[in-house]
């Protein structure tokens, strides 16, 4: 499977709304986000540090889990900082930021993915 179908089956992005020539990949400006989103998020990850479905992620820490859209409009995917408590993800913090924004994030759930948090820095330059 490519990427791009990948994406596709993930999101369950419509067989009529799948690939448009003309609008360079997807007809919906928000499948076409989503797509940019999904291509950013798999070139900056290391694939050690991939998103990963959410299934596997520990219930333990805090972790970064991603969440597609709520049927809004948004230039990408969500992402927050959330915990594993009494059997479903809970927000650890008041804003989520697609693109860089902050967005109240009282009504977000269902996650798809989850990735590790990056080590702290230890004040060596590298």
């Not at 590790?116 to 820095?121: E, G, N, R, V, W």
Request: hydrophobic share 35%; aromatic share 12%; charged share 20%.
């Amino acid at each position: 499977m490519t990427e791009r179908e990948e994406f596709e089956v993930h999101f369950g992005i419509p067989i009529e709304q799948r690939r448009s020539p003309s609008a360079g990949g997807y007809a919906q400006r928000e499948f076409q986000m989503m797509w940019a989103g999904w291509q950013a998020s798999r070139r900056t990850t290391p694939d050690r540090e991939a998103w990963q479905p959410v299934e596997t992620a520990p219930k333990g820490p805090s972790i970064q889990l991603w969440v597609p859209a709520l049927g809004i409009f948004v230039d990408g995917p969500w992402r927050g900082r959330w915990s594993y408590v009494a059997n479903q993800w809970v927000l650890d913090t008041p804003f989520c930021e697609p693109d860089g924004r902050g967005v109240s994030v009282s009504e977000i759930h269902n996650p798809t993915h989850w990735m590790p948090l990056p080590p702290a820095p230890n004040g060596e330059k590298g």
